[in-house]
Structure formats: C-alpha cells, structure tokens
C-alpha cells in the first residue's frame, strides 16, 4: 500500500520538526491562534497518530517511548538559553501523545477489520 510506504518517514519527519521547535532558540517557534497548550498536545497528538499508524504492532512501544521522549525533548531546552523546561510542559506532550497512539491503534483496529472483511 502506498500509505504504508510514507507512514515511517512522515513519522520520523515529524518527530523532527518537533525536537528543532521544541529546542530552537523561542523566536523560530511557530506561532499559532491557539494556546500553546493546545499546540503542544495536537503536536505530539500528530506524532503519535503517525507512528502508531506506521508501526502499528508496536502501539505500546510507541507510546511508552513518545512519553519519554516528551520528558527527554523537553529536558533538551536547558540547552537554550531562550527556553525552559518545565514538567507541565511535558505532560502535557506525553497525553498528546498517548491521545494519538490510541487513535491511531483504533484507526489500524478499523483497517485491519476492513481488510479481512474484503
């Protein structure tokens, strides 16, 4: 399928995006009409979906790692002098994230279930 084939480098891509935002100097952060809240979570919300989606026998793994990953992307803004690290800032990334790996797990479930109905 060719969804299948984009699914792994457009999660890896995303994943990126988010670390250089997240760790860049606070003027290249984009900015939107939303609170950063909202921002944070539809970001890693995002990211989970899209790997959950190409990886999808491994949702768990996903999500445990995207977890970390937030605590550890957001431990890295000590790093910048503009940039602070703060615990609320990272869970809310880790429930954007386990938001989108859920639904990205329901959305495999679906397909799966659509594919052995055919």
Partial sequence: MTADKFSKPLAWLLLAAIIFVTVSPIGLRPHTVTSVNIDRAL???????AFAVAYPKHWMTVALLL????VFIEYLQYLSPTRHARLHDA???AVGATVGVAIGSLFNRVRAAKANAS
Avoid: E, Q, T
């Fill in 43 to 49: 970001a890693y919300m995002v990211v989970g979906l």
């Fill in 67 to 70: 977890i970390a990953g937030a």
């Fill in 91 to 93: 869970a809310v990334k």
